[in-house]
């Protein structure tokens, strides 16, 4: 069973940085593309980043360009995201998922058939 959970989430306040962790079981994360998605309360889910399984590339939704940054420790069987310069704007329940087709950028929800529970994030001082 594919499992994913991630970690790390917390109140930090504007201007501070998180790591965020997915963490699988039941299956290789190298061999999925992995997202990270994000939702706020009263909003929809939306792609935060992606790392592609077949090259590496990522992608970045461009309000957190130059801020975040996704990562792969393959002996880990984990996926990070590296989160810097939050602001308020970056609160939300933060997800993981992963998609075995790697299909591209951006990523899109009905991609991604396994989901870990959430994590959040809130940025406030």
């Known amino acids: 069973q594919l499992q994913l959970v991630e970690s790390g989430g917390g109140l930090v306040q504007p201007g501070g940085s998180l790591r965020l962790s997915c963490a699988a079981s039941g299956f290789r994360l190298d061999y999925y593309a992995i997202g990270w998605f994000r939702q706020a309360p009263g909003k929809e889910r939306e792609g935060v980043s992606c790392?592609?399984?077949?090259?590496?590339?990522?992608w970045y939704k461009d309000s957190v360009k130059g801020r975040f940054t996704i990562s792969r420790d393959n002996a880990k069987n984990t996926v990070y995201l590296q989160m810097n310069s939050l602001k308020p704007e970056d609160t939300a329940v933060y997800y993981c998922?992963?998609?075995?087709?790697?299909?591209?950028?951006?990523?899109?929800?009905?991609?991604?058939?396994?989901w870990g529970q959430g994590t959040q994030v809130t940025v406030s001082s």
């Open positions: 790392i592609s399984s077949s090259d590496g590339s990522t």
């Open positions: 998922a992963a998609d075995p087709e790697d299909s591209g950028y951006p990523p899109l929800i009905a991609d991604f058939g396994s």
